[in-house]
Nanobody, 122 residues
C-alpha cells in the first residue's frame, strides 16, 4: 500500500520559513518523479515544484522560484520543500505526489498525500 505523508506545515509570519517533508512508503521511491502541489480555498490545485528521480534537477512554478527549494533523499524515501521568504499568498494546503513522468499537471500524479496546512500571516 502506497503512503505519502506530509509534515512540517504550520503558521508563520510573512518573510519567515518552513520546511515540509514527504515520507513515502510502499513504492520504489527512486523510480518516481516527486512533486509538490498546493491548493488554496476556492482555487484549483496548482503545481509548486518537482524533482527527478536522482534529485539532480528541480523544477519550480514561477511564483516560488528563488524562494522554495525542493530536494529528496532516496536513502530515506523522503522529499523536502524548503520554503523561504514566505508570503500570505503562499497560504494553502500543500500536497506531495508521485509520478512516473515529469509533469506539472496534477492528473499525471497517481499517489497523493493527505496534505499539510501552511498559513502565512501578514
Amino acid at each position: 500500500q502506497v503512503q505519502l505523508v506530509e509534515s512540517g506545515g504550520g503558521l508563520v509570519q510573512a518573510g519567515g520559513s518552513l520546511k515540509l517533508s514527504c515520507a513515502a512508503s510502499g513504492l520504489s521511491f527512486g523510480v518516481y518523479w516527486m512533486g509538490w502541489f498546493r491548493q488554496a480555498p476556492g482555487k484549483e490545485r496548482e503545481f509548486v515544484a518537482a524533482i527527478i528521480q536522482s534529485g539532480g534537477r528541480p523544477y519550480y512554478a514561477d511564483s516560488v522560484k528563488g524562494r522554495f527549494t525542493v530536494s529528496r533523499d532516496n536513502t530515506k524515501n523522503t522529499m523536502y520543500l524548503q520554503m523561504n521568504s514566505l508570503k500570505p499568498e503562499d497560504t494553502a494546503v500543500y500536497y506531495c505526489a508521485s509520478s512516473l513522468v515529469l509533469s506539472t499537471a496534477p492528473r499525471a500524479y497517481g499517489n497523493w498525500g493527505q496534505g499539510t496546512q501552511v498559513t502565512v500571516s501578514s
